[in-house]
């Protein structure tokens, strides 16, 4: 499942809605990404996330099936959120259960390095000494880059 | 064809979106950039360092060498920035 959404998730109520009545899972696993309140040397005040509704969803989709397809996952669930957030708030959720955990987790990763580099969102950092727009990093390309076949 | 345009894009340009009609001799996304660029001083700026545009067709992934030919949604961007850092 996928969702992007504005509103904040609670991490506890969405592992239980996602394993509830599924007894074969074994092990889950999940990644919460936070707002830092530091960006290099720089202060961060808000952040605030554009997306592209319509693609978002399709290449979050897309992300997750292709992660069921390569490891045994009984679930998965990526919630990404859109809007003003401020540091220490709930940016990204991902969650994989799975029989056996070595599936969870690297599944976990895998979904994490691939939204990094294929779900179109856009960053804009605000601070004391004005705003501006993340870059993009080679090192997310890198990350994404160990999983191709 | 419906054109989009996102973050510092969006930004430069002046607006997220659009409706046009290219002349027929845009065939790929490279023409097109040149067209708009045409339009005005604030697309020019936007588009001036091609490196760092991305695109998507129909909400596809798409090369600057793509022929637009069909396209309904044509979408400009820079690199994505999703996720946690």
Redesign the interface.
């Known amino acids: 499942m996928i969702r992007v959404q504005q509103e904040d998730f609670d991490v506890g109520a969405e592992i239980k809605a996602l394993t509830k009545g599924n007894p074969s899972i074994g092990g889950v696993v999940s990644f919460i990404?936070?707002v830092?309140d530091i960006?290099g040397d720089r202060s961060i005040d808000t952040m605030t996330?554009?997306?592209?509704p319509?693609?978002t969803e399709?290449m979050l989709a897309r992300i997750e099936e292709e992660a069921q397809e390569r490891w045994n996952l009984d679930a998965s669930l990526i919630i990404?959120r859109y809007g003003p957030l401020n540091p220490g708030d709930q940016?990204?959720l991902t969650i994989t259960a799975s029989a056996h955990r070595q599936d969870a987790f690297e599944a976990n990763e895998f979904l994490?390095d691939w939204?990094?580099?294929?779900?179109?969102?856009?960053?804009?950092e605000a601070g004391a000494d004005g705003d501006n727009?993340?870059?993009?990093?080679d090192s997310?390309d890198v990350a994404a880059a160990r999983w191709s076949p | 064809m419906t054109l989009?345009y996102?973050?510092?894009l969006k930004q430069k340009i002046g607006m997220g979106e659009e409706e046009l009609t290219p002349h027929d001799n845009v065939v790929t996304v490279a023409d097109l950039i040149d067209w708009l660029c045409s339009r005005g001083d604030n697309f020019a700026t936007a588009f001036e360092d091609r490196d760092v545009i991305r695109v998507?067709i129909n909400?596809e992934?798409a090369e600057l060498d793509d022929p637009i030919a069909g396209a309904a949604e044509i979408?400009f961007?820079?690199?994505?920035?999703?996720?946690?850092?």
Do not use: N, S
């Open positions: 990404g936070l830092r960006a996330l554009e997306h592209y319509g693609m399709k990404h940016i990204v994490m939204l990094k580099t294929k779900a179109p969102f856009w960053k804009r727009w993340v870059e993009a990093k997310d | 989009m996102f973050a510092w998507a909400q992934f979408a961007f820079p690199p994505v920035t999703g996720g946690q850092t």
